[in-house]
T-cell receptor, first 113, second 110 residues
Framework: DMKVTQMPRYLIKRMGENVLLECGQD?????MYWYRQDPGLGLQLIYISYDVDSNSEGDIPKGYRVSRKKREHFSLILDSAKTNQTSVYFC????????????FGSGTRLLVI | QQNVQQSPESLIVPEGARTSLNCTFS?????YFWWYRQHSGKAPKALM?????GEKEEGRFTIHLNKASLHFSLHIRDSQPSDSALYLC??????????FGSGTRLLVSP
């Protein structure tokens, strides 16, 4: 069963702590994405990765960085988390082919207190 | 910069009704369009896509695309309580990137 797996599902962090969100996919998709979802704002693109070590900023990259050292794994890092980074974070993957559906993971609910 | 807007923000319909969801976009060069569905607490999942002007039907769902008016829509025939979800329209902007609308929350009442 093809899927995108995100860990952890729920996370509570204090302001200023570092946060690591992990995402894996078993479809050998070249392209992977990190989005955040907030009420009324839909899905906002944080970073896109076209393949290993080939990452590009999305629409809201400030306060985030990413790492992709293997095609099947894409990490999102928050250095010194802020309360306004409380959100639901979704990872997605797709083949690097125009018109391809995205496959999303189940999301990580992050609360920064 | 692609601007994608959805209407209405929320919608309540009785079971068995026909439901229409709307999406407008700003870049007339856009070529790929989707509707994603997200049940509460779950991942968004691609529902249907359309890549040329006109209509596409899959079961109870129909997409209609009109590039000239920068508009596409999703129609659900015989709406069911299981159709209750957040519906997100999406438009490809180039570079394998997609811009999502903010969503329409649909509730189908039994």
């Amino acid at each position: 069963d093809m899927k995108v797996t995100q860990m952890p599902r729920y996370l509570i962090k204090r302001m200023g702590e570092n946060v690591l969100l992990e995402c894996g996919q078993d479809m050998s998709h070249e392209t992977m994405y990190w989005y955040r979802q907030d009420p009324g704002l839909g899905l906002q693109l944080i970073y896109i990765s076209y393949d290993v070590d080939s990452n590009s900023e999305g629409d809201i990259p400030k306060g985030y960085r990413v790492s992709r050292k293997k095609r099947e794994h894409f990490s999102l890092i928050l250095d010194s988390a802020k309360t306004n980074q409380t959100s639901v974070y979704f990872c997605a993957s797709s083949p690097r082919r125009v018109g391809s559906d995205y496959t999303f993971g189940s999301g990580t609910r992050l609360l920064v207190i | 910069q692609q601007n994608v807007q959805q209407s209405p923000e929320s919608l309540i319909v009785p079971e068995g009704a026909r439901t229409s969801l709307n999406c407008t976009f700003s870049d007339s060069a856009s070529q790929y369009f989707w509707w994603y569905r997200q049940h509460s607490g779950k991942a968004p999942k691609a529902l249907m896509s359309i890549f040329s002007n006109g209509e596409k039907e899959e079961g109870r769902f129909t997409i209609h695309l009109n590039k000239a008016s920068l508009h596409f829509s999703l129609h659900i025939r015989d709406s069911q309580p299981s159709d209750s979800a957040l519906y997100l329209c999406a438009v490809e902007t180039g570079g394998y990137k997609v811009v999502f609308g903010s969503g329409t929350r649909l509730l189908v009442s039994p």
